[in-house]
């Protein structure tokens, strides 16, 4: 099985992701929470279903949205390419499987499709992480082997599975010690019956001697409850009355006192509204005094309060005057920025006056033409400045360049003319010269052969490459159209029409004649004519060279000297030449100069008449004209910025005097002299203030006397309504002053107090449950303390009796009802052999189920003593080659249901005694080999989870080179979240993930 493509519609963090074209080995990588476990688990759903909300495993249900499930896509050996979706629906996800012929199936078909494997067996086989590695280390040789049988067998871990139901069924059965199973609790319950079987006869005799005793019991029971009933009766009524007998006593006293008080007619609560009323009239007398003399107050203060006329009258335009006075600050801080200004312009205009020199008067610059026409002539009279300037510098340079090139020509041409042959020794050479031509002639003629050879063989070549491509097509077309026509002629044949079979059969004949006998010319055979002419031709050129040869070497050292005789004639003739050319050079130089000094005498002429308008010194001629005429035009602008500052200071100046004089005005009406106009400011704000103020007091004054002499009013009234509600009490209670009130209301609260104490108990007695009659009885009766002794020494003498039978009772329902549970000996003996019966087929039923275990366990035996070696075997070479043969062998310890290790020099470790590294390496060796052995046909794929991390390099590096050569047989799913790990693994297998939520 190959898992091609995985489609996650939704699960945990994930929505709408497909990783496509997964290799043999293919590798996820990804930091902490990019989904590898993720992924790992949905792998997982998909096959073998969704975890369900019992379980412990994660469901990573989306919380985002409500998508859940996706699918795989796999390709298998029986079924070739399928497709296993699922999605949300029952406990385990709703799944369909999706053929390539588009046939759909359901849980049942992929149940087959995994060979009745489920999830918790393929965790344990092919899909492991660090954790699940690690824990591999618990299983032992039986496991080991049981694990093979059952793949080897069933293709699943079914027979694991039957061996664990026999045994539990076995165990619910019987077990040696137990007490709880079938066959124990049986065999126990027989021997009770056993024993009660003897018993029954012995137990038949008493029976009826204990029902005849009971009976007797149970009558004196009755009688004693009877008396003990009448004796809990005297016992209360006589508790009660002792109980209420102070009570009756206290009645009759308070009745008699009652009816000396008589009846007393007082008002409810008299004495308490008294006391509030004497009070408030004491406080309404005492604010009636203080609001007098508050008023009394209020009219002197009022007297003592005047307002200025000066103030009422001007006080709209005093508030203006103290309004602007924010103005006059602004107006004094802006005659400070345009001092300050104006000496800074002042500054300015001096600083140019002196860079210009300018001497006449500052205001004659405003008479000064600045206009464009003038500022565009300055222009183009510094540019012609700028340009001339620029050509005598040119003209230097190619004065100096000049000069010095004609120097070196003369230098040059004496020292050719010295170093030439003279004239008798030049002729010699020229003559030794004309031999040696007729050599040069064969050279040259020789290169031209040679390039002419070379030219033939390379359209050889082409040619005969051309000839080849052009016979290959028409073969190719002249197949093609014969076929066509053979094609047409079986077709007409068939159709039995003579004319056209004729015409095809015509055309194929002549098509086939012009095909061979009508081709075109070859013209190879005239290439290779004229390329053996050339090379004949070539061969006698180098005859002819062999033989002039040996003349080659007296002529070589005077033919040098007269070529080298030439070349210095050459190179005279060639520096004559320059030396003429640079004397022309040098004049025209001289020519140029003589027209720049008139031009710039004319410039110069332009430029003094100008300075001597603006009337600054003539050096100035000598400076750049436009900065000197920029430097003129700022002057300008300076001064025009100097003379609207002084007309801005003249107005701004003007303006606070005349506020300043409104201010000292007012300040002298109200008969202040202040300095300043900011202590005159003060002063008006103080004194409008004043008047505000006393504005408000005088308000308040009036409002406080208006209320004053309501709040009089109202305690006045008050009062009287006060004393009018004592008079009121006193009318009610009959009396005529205050102490006459006091003594009777001590009189009527007396009568109050026993009226409630009668109450009181006049309403315990009406609880108690002795009344009227009977209570009178007993109050004849002569009852004390010892009755209720007495009474209760004969309640404990009935319940010792009652005790003593309800215990006899007791004993003898219990020997009744065991005789009558045991039932008689013949029904004892029936149920006993009953049992027996019932356990010999249970027995039976064990004894089937002990023998197929017993078949089982010798089937896995032998199973393992075939299959295991050879796990083993396969798990030694691949531990072997991950520790690059440090290792050599793997043993089963049978003692401890361990791993044994041996090493290379023959040692002997337990898998606890190595590093924690090499044991993993020894658990990804037997998962590997078990692998092997699973399901060869169809090999499942391995899911792999970082379980590598305790690998040294060396070792992790032999790791996936294994897994590499296992992806072969089976593919290889490895998820990673170290980088450095993605060096062993080629682009194309690798899918990188990024972090889950920006996520």
């Not at 509204?273 to 609001?291: D, M, P």
């Not at 002419?452 to 063989?457: P, W, Y």
């Not at 068939?494 to 015409?503: A, M, P, R, V």
């Not at 004229?530 to 062999?546: C, D, P, Y």
Request: hydrophobic share 35%.
């Amino acid at each position: 099985m190959r898992i091609r493509e995985i489609y996650v519609y939704g699960y945990g963090k994930m929505e709408n992701e497909r990783f496509t074209n997964l290799t043999e080995l293919h590798v996820f990588f990804g930091k902490n929470e990019a989904g590898k476990s993720t992924i790992m688990s949905f792998i997982h759903s998909i096959l073998f279903g969704f975890p369900t909300k019992v379980q412990n495993e994660l469901r990573y249900e989306p919380k985002m949205h409500a998508k859940y499930g996706g699918l795989l896509i796999v390709a298998t050996k029986q079924y070739g390419e399928i497709r296993i979706e699922r999605v949300k629906g029952k406990a385990t996800g709703d799944v369909s499987v999706t053929f390539e012929n588009g046939e759909v199936a359901g849980e049942e078909i992929l149940n087959n499709i995994l060979h009745g494997m489920d999830k918790a067996y393929y965790q344990s086989i092919f899909s492991f992480d660090l954790q699940g590695l690690q824990g591999l280390h618990m299983l032992g040789e039986g496991e080991i082997g049981k694990y093979l049988l059952s793949a080897g067998l069933v293709g699943n871990d079914r027979i694991l599975d039957a061996e664990g139901s026999l045994q539990k069924e076995l165990d619910l059965r019987f077990k040696p010690s137990g007490q709880k199973p079938l066959l124990n609790s049986q065999m126990k319950q027989l021997k009770v019956l056993q024993q009660n079987m003897k018993h029954s006869g012995d137990d038949q005799l008493n029976y009826n001697e204990l029902q005849n005793g009971l009976k007797e019991i149970g009558e004196k029971l009755e009688e004693l409850k009877q008396q003990f009933q009448v004796n809990e009766e005297q016992l209360f009524y006589t508790g009660e009355y002792l109980r209420i007998k102070p009570l009756t006593k206290e009645q009759t006293v308070l009745q008699s006192r009652l009816d000396r008080l008589g009846d007393q007619v007082f008002p409810i609560d008299g004495l308490k509204r008294l006391e509030q009323l004497n009070s408030l009239l004491i406080q309404h007398e005492a604010k009636q005094v203080s609001l007098q003399q508050q008023y009394q107050e209020l009219m002197t203060g009022k007297e003592k309060m005047a307002l200025s006329p000066f103030l009422e009258e001007h006080k709209e335009s005093i508030e203006t005057a103290i309004e602007s006075s924010a103005l006059l600050e602004q107006l004094e801080l802006d005659k400070h920025k345009e001092d300050k200004a104006l000496e800074l312009v002042s500054k300015e205009i001096d600083n140019l006056k002196d860079d210009l020199s300018f001497k006449n008067h500052v205001e004659a610059i405003l008479q000064l033409d600045f206009s464009t026409f003038m500022k565009e002539k300055i222009r183009t009279l510094a540019q012609k400045k700028r340009v001339l300037r620029n050509e005598k510098e040119q003209l230097d340079e190619r004065y100096k360049l000049v000069k010095g090139r004609l120097e070196q020509s003369e230098l040059r041409l004496e020292e050719l003319n010295c170093r030439r042959l003279p004239k008798e020794q030049r002729l010699k050479l020229e003559t030794a010269k004309d031999q040696r031509q007729n050599k040069q002639y064969h050279i040259v003629k020789k290169e031209m052969l040679d390039e002419q050879i070379a030219d033939l063989e390379r359209n050889y070549k082409v040619q005969e490459k051309k000839e080849r491509d052009q016979l290959s097509k028409k073969r190719g077309i002249f197949s093609f159209i014969s076929l066509i026509l053979l094609g047409l002629s079986f077709y007409s044949i068939l159709t039995k029409q003579t004319i056209l079979t004729f015409f095809f059969v015509v055309a194929l004949v002549a098509i086939w004649i012009g095909f061979f006998f009508f081709k075109e010319k070859h013209t190879l055979a005239d290439d290779i004519r004229r390329l053996s002419e050339a090379k004949e031709k070539r061969a006698s050129i180098e005859k002819e060279e062999s033989q002039t040869r040996s003349m080659e070497y007296e002529s070589d050292p005077a033919l040098r000297l007269l070529e080298q005789d030439r070349e210095l004639e050459r190179l005279i003739a060639n520096e004559a030449f320059k030396k003429e050319e640079r004397e022309q050079a040098f004049d025209d130089v001289i020519h140029d100069f003589e027209t720049w000094e008139s031009s710039w005498k004319t410039v110069q002429a332009e430029a003094m008449t100008i300075v001597k308008i603006w009337g600054i010194p003539d050096e100035a001629i000598e400076h750049d004209l436009e900065e000197v005429f920029g430097l003129l035009e700022k002057l300008k602008v300076k001064v025009e910025e100097r003379n609207v500052i002084r007309k801005n200071n003249e107005y701004i100046h003007s303006e606070i005097q005349n506020r300043k004089k409104t201010l000292f005005y007012y300040t002298g009406e109200l008969g202040e002299y202040p300095g300043t106009w900011q202590e005159a400011l003060t002063i008006l704000k103080r004194a409008l203030n004043d008047l505000f103020e006393k504005k408000i007091q005088l308000k308040q004054h009036v409002e406080e006397e208006t209320k004053t002499m309501v709040e009089l009013e109202n305690h006045k009234s008050e009062k009287d309504y006060v004393i009018g509600q004592i008079q009121e009490l006193y009318n009610k209670a009959n009396v005529a002053d205050e102490d006459d009130f006091r003594e009777k209301a001590l009189r009527a609260e007396e009568r109050l107090q026993l009226l409630s104490q009668l109450k009181l108990v006049v309403m315990q007695l009406e609880q108690s449950r002795l009344q009227g009659k009977q209570l009178t009885e007993y109050m004849g009766m002569d009852i004390s303390k010892y009755t209720i002794e007495n009474l209760e020494a004969i309640r404990n003498e009935i319940t010792s009796r009652q005790s003593t039978l309800l215990e006899k009772q007791s004993d003898w329902k219990h020997r009744i009802k065991q005789l009558e549970e045991g039932g008689l000996y013949d029904d004892r003996m029936h149920q006993f052999h009953e049992a027996r019966q019932v356990f010999n087929e249970d027995a039976k039923d064990w004894a089937k189920y002990a023998v197929a275990r017993s078949l089982l366990n010798q089937t896995i035996d032998t199973f393992k003593k075939e299959r295991l070696p050879s796990v083993i075997n396969k798990a030694e070479e691949y531990f072997s080659y991950l520790t690059d043969g440090q290792y050599s062998r793997i043993f089963l310890n049978h003692d401890t249901e361990g791993f044994t290790v041996q090493r290379s020099d023959h040692l002997m470790f337990d898998v606890n005694e190595v590093s924690r590294g090499t044991a993993e390496q020894i658990y990804v060796a037997i998962r590997l080999a078990l692998a092997d052995h699973t399901f060869k046909e169809d090999p499942f794929p391995l899911i792999i989870d970082d379980s590598f991390v305790n690998f040294d390099s060396k070792r992790t590096g032999n790791t996936i080179a294994l897994l590499a050569k296992i992806s072969e047989q089976r593919q290889i799913i490895f998820f990673t979240c170290h980088e450095h790990l993605l060096n062993h693994f080629s682009q194309g297998s690798l899918t990188y993930l990024s972090r889950i939520n920006g996520q």
